[in-house]
C-alpha cells in the first residue's frame, strides 16, 4: 500500500494505516525532536503530541502524498513551542561529521553556542541539512519556501557562523 492509499485509509478511520504511516517515520521524528529539545523524554513527549494532533487533524490535510512533511511540521512547530515554553538555552544539535568538516570547527560546544544566536529561520535550515541531512528542495518543501530562499538561509546562516569565530579569533 502506497504513503497516499495508507493516508487515504487513515482518513477513512483506519486506525492501522495512521499507526503504519507514523510508525515508517520514528528514527526520522526521533532524530528531529531530539536536535530540537535535547533531551529524551521531552523528544518523545513531543512525538507523542505531534501524533494526536496529526490524529485529530488528519482530516484536513488536502494532499495525502504530503503526510510526512505535514507531520514534521507540525512535530517542528510543537518542538519550538516547548522552547519558547521552558526559555532554556541549549546547544541545538551534536555536530554532524558533515558539518565539522565543511565549518572546519573544533570546539562543537562554541558552535552550538552559535547556532544558539541564529535567527529560528537559519537554525532550522542549519539543523535540517546537517543534521537531518535533508536536501535543499526537501527542506523548502518541508518549510513551504521557495528553494533559493532556503539556499539564501542557508548561506547567510553559514555566514553568520563564520564571522561569530572570526570575531573570537577562531578561524573557519
Keep these: 500500500m502506497t504513503t497516499e492509499q495508507q493516508v487515504l ?15 515508517a517515520q ?9 536536535a530540537y529539545l535535547k533531551n529524551e523524554s521531552d523528544a518523545l513527549e513531543a512525538i507523542q503530541e505531534a501524533t494526536c494532533r496529526a490524529y485529530i487533524k488528519l482530516s484536513k490535510l488536502r494532499e495525502p502524498r504530503y503526510f510526512q512533511t505535514w507531520f514534521i ?11 519558547k ?24 560546544i562554541h558552535l552550538d553556542m552559535a547556532i ?7 537554525r532550522h535550515v542549519i ?9 535543499l ?20 546562516a553559514l555566514n553568520q557562523l563564520r564571522d561569530l569565530f572570526r570575531k573570537e579569533g577562531e578561524y573557519v
Design 116 to 122: 544558539d544566536q541564529l535567527a529560528p529561520k537559519l
Design 73 to 83: 511540521r507540525i512535530l517542528i512547530r510543537l518542538c519550538i513551542d516547548e522552547q
Design 26 to 34: 520514528k528514527k526520522r521524528l526521533y532524530s528531529i525532536a531530539f
Design 137 to 156: 528542495s526537501e527542506i523548502a518543501n518541508l518549510l513551504e519556501k521557495p528553494e533559493g530562499t532556503v539556499k539564501t538561509w542557508l548561506h547567510k
Design 85 to 108: 515554553r521552558k526559555k532554556v538555552t541549549r546547544p541545538l544539535f551534536q555536530l554532524t561529521e558533515q558539518l565539522a568538516v565543511e565549518l572546519e570547527l573544533v570546539d562543537k
Design 127 to 135: 539543523i535540517l541539512k546537517y543534521y537531518e541531512d535533508m536536501t
Design 9 to 23: 485509509a487513515a482518513q477513512s478511520g483506519d486506525h492501522e494505516a495512521f499507526y503504519i504511516l507514523v510508525s
